[in-house]
């Protein structure tokens, strides 16, 4: 259980710091405002750096699914159904995410052709653009809402077992919920106020916190 439980905290960091450089490198997962004729411009302008993050997400989400594996080997015992719950939750998280990758892909070829067009066919390409993305934006939604309920499984099997500072799974469980809450709110697009900076702040307070625990307590 000390091995996985400190692979585990090291993927938890892991996944944190690959999607900061995904980011840095142009990748976008969500954005109400999107700007297509934008992001076909600096795609072109550097077409490796986008390349690169495409790359880096795809071992993200492969580490999300390790992750949940091996989460499941070291807390399951202290509760099966719940261990279950986020197994199944969180690896659809990671293969949402991966589903999504063959066709953000292609906007490498679309921003190819973006550059030496004008008028209405640039305009077809800006939309087919928008289009990708805007799937793009709605499977990431789901994914998490995936994350939301695996984590919120997950947390709380921290909290009864106490197997870890019962602080950090209320952590886990205020950031589930708000991010699942405000989630919700922009799939069903009901018009209120969302929470997504606060949950995600939250989510990524409880990760670290986790993170570095399960890297570090076993080895005081």
């Known amino acids: 259980m000390i091995i996985e439980m400190i692979i585990s905290g090291f993927l938890f960091l892991l996944i944190l710091v690959l999607n900061l450089v995904m980011g840095a490198l142009g990748y976008l997962m969500e954005k109400d405002d999107y700007d297509a004729d934008a992001d076909l411009q600096k795609i072109n302008k550097n077409p490796k750096r986008f390349q690169i993050s495409i790359i880096l997400a795809l071992i993200e ?127 069903a697009k009901l018009g209120f106020k969302d929470f997504t900076a606060v949950g995600g702040l939250a989510a990524i307070l409880f990760e670290i916190i986790i993170g570095g625990w399960l890297l570090l307590s076993p080895l005081i």
């Open 61 to 187: 989400h492969g580490s999300v699914i390790a992750l949940t594996l091996l989460l499941f080997v070291a807390f399951s015992p202290y509760n099966l159904i719940l261990g279950i719950v986020w197994t199944i939750f969180r690896i659809g998280e990671g293969l949402i995410q991966f589903y999504n990758e063959p066709n953000y892909w292609g906007f490498l070829d679309i921003a190819r052709q973006y550059s030496g067009t004008s008028g209405a066919e640039r305009t077809s390409l800006t939309d087919r653009a928008r289009s990708i993305f805007k799937t793009k934006d709605t499977r990431f939604k789901f994914a998490m809402i995936c994350w939301s309920i695996g984590t919120l499984a997950f947390s709380i099997v921290l909290v009864t077992s106490k197997v870890v500072p019962q602080i950090i799974g209320w952590v886990g469980i205020v950031a589930s919920i708000l991010v699942g809450f405000s989630t919700g709110i922009k799939l």
